[in-house]
């Protein structure tokens, strides 16, 4: 089923529109997605989310919310399925934003679908004639999204997230690794 018939698709708030200066009294604070805080394995680094200051209120369409699927325009274009943790984060106009509209799709499946090798072939094919290499939306638009049941949907989505899990305490692991091996090379530098 193409995607636009399953849901509402838009990019994200072009900040300059919207950024507080040095001479606007009443500024809203928001924490703000940003491209670094996109990992592309598929979810967001928390470590990585900037600061946005507007000059007024936002509407809610450029803020993130459960369910959400966030797809970065540019390279790598991963796809993120925001949880109930990562709502109310300013979208900027570098990511487009889908929402589903019916309950036949499970989003964190089709986020993963979007990730997978098929579409990030379809896109490179798409934006290999630009200078800057990037989706538009129509190209988001028209992709088909295999229909599989809402179970088959959940079996498959548990296995990425077990995954997405055990590649993180990988990444922790390593880094631990890293620090014991400099603290022992120090000490052993340290004692001669």
Aim: glycine share 4%.
């Amino acid at each position: 089923m193409e995607l636009i018939n399953i849901s509402e698709m838009q990019t994200g708030l072009v900040l300059v529109r919207k950024r507080a200066d040095a001479k606007d009294q009443d500024t809203h604070k928001y924490r703000m997605l940003t491209l670094k805080s996109f990992e592309p394995q598929g979810w967001i680094n928390e470590g990585e989310i900037d600061m946005f200051f507007s000059k007024e209120k936002l509407e809610n369409k450029y803020l993130t919310n459960k369910g959400d699927i966030i797809i970065r325009l540019t390279t790598p274009y991963t796809a993120i399925c925001i949880n109930d943790k990562q709502e109310g984060l300013v979208i900027p106009s570098n990511f487009a934003i889908i929402r589903l509209k019916g309950q036949n799709f499970i989003p964190e499946f089709v986020a993963l679908f979007l990730n997978s090798e098929i579409i990030e072939k379809q896109f490179f094919k798409s934006s290999i004639s630009a200078t800057i290499p990037l989706i538009k939306i129509s190209h988001l638009r028209d992709i088909n999204i295999p229909e599989k049941t809402l179970d088959m949907q959940k079996k498959i989505v548990e296995l990425n997230q077990l995954q997405v899990k055990e590649k993180i305490l990988l990444s922790r692991l390593m880094e631990e690794k890293g620090k014991l091996a400099k603290a022992s090379i120090n000490k052993i530098i340290i004692e001669e």
